[in-house]
């Protein structure tokens, strides 16, 4: 049977009373059908829809977004335990390496065929959990699938989900499991590790091992077409339980040389200068997570269009990643002569005397004597003595 997990949904909504549930799976199902040139059918569908009272009628929007009016609320704070958004194509580019994106689109067309993988005996479960070092596109990728599967993103907030009262955390997962049933979307558990952490270590207490039960059983009760997706920066944390219960499991690396550049050069647009010393940015880039060189790239183009210039200036581009650099290995920099120390220190070739001098507006001879008093060697630079440039 075709569109199975739609008219089940459809079913599931008729059962428990839930109208909002059943028009939304409605909606969708006429939308499935238009798509795979049923027309006629699918106008049926919604001219029943049309028919159902206002307040039903709307519920169908779901497909497409959901309202804020009842989105769960943690029962001690009353603050909302979930956040939606609806990321759209456009808005969210992705990079990935080769065999990471291959695994990526294997999971997005699991998801697109369950039926048909489920006729043949060959569906998996729509959970997938990433994971990796921060800032290596995993919130990026929950986006991304949403806006390819055309649903909200529901992401969970684990600040307001986790309660200090006995019993509540159990309740609040519970009340975000059964909205997201409610409609088509991708269930975004974000900092996983807060949920599904290991039990048994020291730290223990029975309230940790009550939830990630919990948590395990919602997972189980999910139908096996919602989409659940979880991210952790801390894989070596989490309960094998919990990694048992997820079908496909992808490593967010950090990017390599090729996808460096891809990343710089998708971010930089337009604004990248013509003779950029590529080759030298993804050496120095070694190391850097997609998010660094993001923030770099941005800072580098509003310096930009606050000079009211059309490009990067490539120096400026270099002291951005630089000075990033070091605030990743906690060096203090509170004063212009330390970060013009730091940077001849970490590339005396990218950043000459003169170029120090154009970059911080100050002369060539005070750039001299900064860099003479930070260095170790007094008069000398890395025990090379400093020529005065004319």
């Known amino acids: 049977m075709d569109h199975l997990s ?15 549930m059943a028009s939304n799976y409605a909606g969708l199902l006429a939308d499935k059908l238009e798509q795979s040139g049923d027309r006629q059918q699918a106008r049926q569908i919604r001219e029943r829809l049309a028919r159902a009272p206002v307040g039903l009628a709307t519920a169908q929007d ?8 009842n989105l769960p609320v943690d029962g001690e704070s009353r603050l909302h335990t979930v956040d939606v958004s609806q990321p759209t194509t456009e808005t969210v580019p992705l990079v990935l390496p080769s065999a990471i994106e291959a695994r990526v689109h294997e999971f997005l067309d699991s998801v697109r065929h369950h039926d ?14 990433v994971h990796g070092p921060p800032g290596t596109g995993k919130t990026q990728l929950a986006r991304w699938l949403a806006a390819q599967l055309e ?7 684990c600040d307001t989900l986790v309660s200090s009262l006995l019993g509540q955390t ?10 997201a049933e409610q409609r088509p979307c991708v269930l975004f558990l974000d900092e996983f590790d807060a949920l599904g952490s290991a039990r048994g270590n020291e730290r223990d207490v029975g309230e940790l091992q009550r939830v990630v039960i919990a948590l395990l059983q919602n997972i189980d009760a999910m139908p096996d077409s919602t989409v659940l997706l979880a991210s952790t920066n801390h894989d070596q944390l989490l309960d094998a339980a919990v990694w048992r219960r997820f079908s496909f499991r992808i490593p967010m690396p950090m990017p390599d040389a090729v996808m460096r550049e891809h990343l710089w050069r998708q971010f930089l647009g337009s604004y990248a200068p013509k003779d950029l010393r590529m080759t030298t940015l993804v050496a120095r880039s070694d190391g850097l997570s997609g998010a660094v060189i993001e923030q770099v790239s941005l800072d580098a183009k509003r310096s930009a269009v606050l000079a009211g210039l059309t490009q990067v200036d490539e120096d400026e581009l270099f002291r951005r990643l630089g000075l990033a650099i070091a605030l990743m290995e ?6 212009r002569e330390a970060e013009i120390t730091w940077l001849r220190r970490w590339d005396q070739k990218i950043f000459s005397l003169r170029t120090l001098a154009k970059l911080y507006k100050i002369s060539l001879r005070h750039v001299t004597n900064i860099t003479q008093e930070g260095s170790p060697n007094g008069n000398k630079e890395d025990g090379k003595p400093v020529i005065e440039p004319e």
């Open 330 to 335: 906690s060096v203090p920099l509170s004063t």
């Open 170 to 179: 159990s309740r609040n997962l519970r009340r975000v499991f059964e909205y």
């Open 6 to 20: 739609e008219v089940l949904k459809i079913l599931d909504g008729a059962l428990r009373a839930n109208a909002s």
């Open 116 to 129: 048909a993988l489920f006729r043949a005996g060959a569906s998996l479960a729509n959970r997938l959990l």
């Open 62 to 69: 779901g497909a497409r977004g959901i309202s804020l009016d």
């Open 151 to 157: 649903v909200p993103l529901l992401t969970v907030r």
